[in-house]
């Protein structure tokens, strides 16, 4: 995955968008409550609603396209879109070949479902492949098995393929509520990245300066922090008016 970033990375300054009305939002659709495909065959979810809202109050008009997770930053450098906007968290490795606006999302937890309260989370686990949670699990000693798709991370742990699987814990807290006890949270929480960010190509600096300018518009008004409580409750991390995290 990372070779072929960086050898896509060349494609950035001829494909930098010209700053015209209209901007391709990229998303994988496959991550509730953050993005996903609705009955209706449309994106949905909490980073739908501040996609276009940023768009709103930057002046362009937002198109969305859905875009697989493992090929998500090098169809961006390529052209396909013009931004990633996919729960993807903000770190040095990835600022390397994309930028990012500041964060629209605060650092969040990571945690560990399992089937059983004394599954092993050093033995083998399942993550997403090229997230946070894949490197960390890959460093900590455990048997580390990717999956394309966070759904399959699920079912690797439901057919006993993996011990445990270790995601956003936003994202697995209905997984575990709608198992009806099949699954349950196992081990400690664990905090990562640093934020979640709009990911732009580098050559982009004008798109993101304006979603930038759009993104510390709805945190000094209330609005993001009103859209995070929406789609992950009210006792989620959220914002002050002058930008700083807030823990409720």
């Given at each position: 995955?990372?070779?072929?970033?960086l050898?896509?990375a060349?494609?950035a300054l001829s494909?930098?968008?010209?700053?015209?009305?209209?901007v391709?939002?990229?998303?994988?659709g496959?991550y509730?409550?953050?993005?996903?495909?609705?009955?209706?065959?449309?994106?949905?979810?909490?980073?739908r609603?501040?996609?276009d809202?940023?768009?709103?109050r930057?002046?362009?008009?937002?198109?969305w396209?859905?875009?697989?997770w493992?090929?998500?930053?090098?169809?961006?450098?390529s052209?396909?879109?013009?931004?990633?906007?996919?729960?993807?968290?903000?770190?040095?490795e990835?600022?390397?070949v994309?930028?990012f606006?500041?964060d629209?999302f605060?650092?969040?937890?990571?945690?560990?479902?399992?089937?059983?309260?004394?599954a092993?989370?050093?033995?083998?686990?399942?993550?997403q492949?090229?997230?946070?949670q894949a490197?960390?699990?890959?460093?900590?000693?455990a048997t580390?098995?990717?999956?394309a798709t966070?759904?399959?991370?699920?079912?690797?742990v439901?057919?006993?393929?993996a011990s445990?699987?270790?995601a956003d814990?936003?994202f697995?807290?209905?997984?575990?509520?709608e198992?009806?006890g099949e699954?349950?949270?196992?081990?400690?929480?664990v905090?990562?990245?640093s934020?979640?960010?709009?990911?732009?190509?580098?050559?982009?600096?004008?798109?993101?300066?304006?979603?930038?300018?759009?993104?510390?518009?709805m945190?000094?008004?209330?609005?993001l922090?009103?859209l995070?409580?929406?789609w992950?409750?009210e006792?989620a991390v959220t914002?002050?008016?002058?930008g700083?995290v807030?823990t409720?």
């Open positions: 995955m990372k070779k072929l970033i050898t896509t060349a494609l494909a930098g968008m010209a700053m015209a009305d209209t391709r939002m990229g998303t994988e496959a509730p409550p953050y993005n996903f495909i609705n009955d209706a065959g449309e994106v949905d979810g909490f980073e609603e501040v996609g809202e940023l768009c709103t930057a002046g362009l008009t937002c198109e396209v859905k875009n697989d493992d090929s998500i930053i090098p169809n961006l450098v052209g396909n879109y013009d931004t990633i906007i996919a729960g993807m968290s903000i770190t040095p990835r600022d390397e994309i930028d606006t500041q629209y605060p650092p969040a937890a990571s945690a560990y479902v399992a089937a059983s309260a004394d092993d989370i050093e033995d083998v686990v399942a993550a492949t090229a997230t946070l490197g960390f699990v890959a460093d900590s000693g580390l098995v990717e999956f966070p759904e399959e991370t699920i079912a690797a439901r057919n006993g393929e445990a699987v270790f814990k936003d697995l807290v209905p997984i575990v509520e198992s009806n699954l349950m949270f196992v081990g400690e929480d905090a990562l990245g934020g979640i960010g709009v990911g732009v190509r580098e050559s982009d600096g004008e798109l993101k300066g304006k979603l930038d300018e759009a993104i510390t518009s945190k000094a008004d209330g609005s922090t009103a995070i409580k929406k992950f409750g006792g914002y002050g008016e002058d700083s807030v409720n």
